[in-house]
């Protein structure tokens, strides 16, 4: 017999109805109110039932047909979504994260000194990788037999001729283009990578990169050289910085001189970076060789000037302590992805 306590058992199993497959929402749509399924049948008894229990049955009938009726639309139209597109989305994952690349670490040590130098008034200047023996060496005062121009160092391009072509061992051959082709005063910086035919080990490589200084004026001198050295190091490297500076010998400049910075780590306590010294040597400098300006065609009874040069993966190492020289060529994404959160610069 038709009564409240089956209606309402079964509507409680109908909202809780799962289905797998369109077929199996087929079978309970059939189950439940096809021509001979336990709604349909319901609703035929229901017509001979007496009037009080059809006042007291109709409404809770009526809302278990809904109720079944609605069901089935609603696990019909979650299985259509499935097949057709496959398992639903999952709007709670969290989105794809969008992978920032790292500037390397030569660049960003190579943009912060360009920018240092510029706001000193200097100009950037590039050269050709591939130069000649005249602006690498020759115009730069080396004696025709420098050991520096021996194979050893240099990767000659064609030999046998009087002016051979090389790849440049230094970017002090940009000076010697600033020098030919630029307007006096000279201010001028030239970053660029240079080639040496050296055994790569953790402290050598054949590629590296320089950047070259060059100030040509009237009344320039020592003292002016050392100032700018002094600035530079201090915006470089923080502004107890101190420098210091020691005799040295290069071809193209006289006097010359290397500089090393106060080791910002130990603060001249000494440490394993310094050696023990409390001092990290930096760059190379000195006074224009009056032949060179010469070479160019400038009056060195009238101009002189100052140049200095760098080696950019060593103030990289120093900055931030690389062990392996190694490290900058091999694009090892574990060693790239440390300098991803470096400063824009
Ligand atoms: N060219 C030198 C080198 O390759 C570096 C250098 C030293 C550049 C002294 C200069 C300088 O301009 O004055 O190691």
């Known amino acids: 017999m038709i009564n409240k306590e089956d209606i309402a058992r079964m509507l409680g ?3 809780e109805l799962q289905c797998k497959s369109a077929k199996e929402v ?3 749509r059939v189950r439940l109110l096809g021509r001979k399924g336990v709604i349909t049948a319901l609703f035929e008894e229901f017509r001979s039932v007496a009037p009080e229990v059809k006042r007291e049955l109709g409404r809770p009938l009526n809302e278990l047909k809904q ?4 069901r089935i639309e609603e696990l019909k139209a979650g299985l259509g979504e499935e097949s057709a597109a496959g398992p639903r989305e999952d709007l709670t994952m969290p989105g794809d994260n969008f992978e920032l690349g790292s500037r390397h670490p030569v660049s960003i040590v190579r943009q912060e000194i360009v920018d240092i130098f510029r706001k000193f008034g200097y100009d950037v200047a590039e050269g050709p990788e591939v130069e000649d023996d005249y602006h690498v060496f020759e115009a730069l005062n080396f004696p025709p037999n420098h050991p520096a121009r021996d194979m050893q160092d240099t990767f000659f391009v064609s030999t046998g001729h009087p002016n051979p072509l090389l790849l440049r061992t230094h970017t002090s051959s940009v000076q010697v283009r600033a020098m030919e082709s630029m307007k006096l005063p000279i201010r001028v910086i030239c970053p660029g990578r240079v080639f040496r035919n050296e055994a790569i080990s953790a402290r050598a490589h054949c590629i590296f990169h320089q950047v070259e200084g060059l100030y040509v004026d009237e009344n320039v001198t020592f003292a002016d050289l050392k100032q700018a050295i002094l600035l530079f190091a201090r915006e470089m490297f923080g502004p ?4 210091r500076m020691r005799p040295s010998y290069f071809p193209f400049t006289e006097p010359s001189a290397e ?3 106060s080791c910002n ?3 001249g306590k000494g440490c394993n970076i310094c050696k023990g010294t409390g001092w990290l040597e930096i760059l190379g400098c000195g006074m224009v060789d009056p032949n060179v300006l010469e070479a160019s065609g400038i009056d060195s009874r009238k101009y002189s000037g100052f140049a200095f040069g760098m080696g950019l993966e060593r103030i990289a190492m120093l900055k931030w302590r690389v062990n392996d020289l190694r490290h900058y060529f091999e694009n090892d994404m574990r060693f790239l992805q440390e300098f991803a959160a470096a400063p824009e610069v």
């Open 13 to 15: 199993e109908i909202r």
């Open 26 to 28: 087929e079978e309970a």
């Open 67 to 70: 109720a079944a009726q609605a």
């Open 259 to 261: 500089v090393d910075v």
């Open 265 to 267: 780590i130990c603060h």
């Open 240 to 243: 107890e910085t101190q420098i």
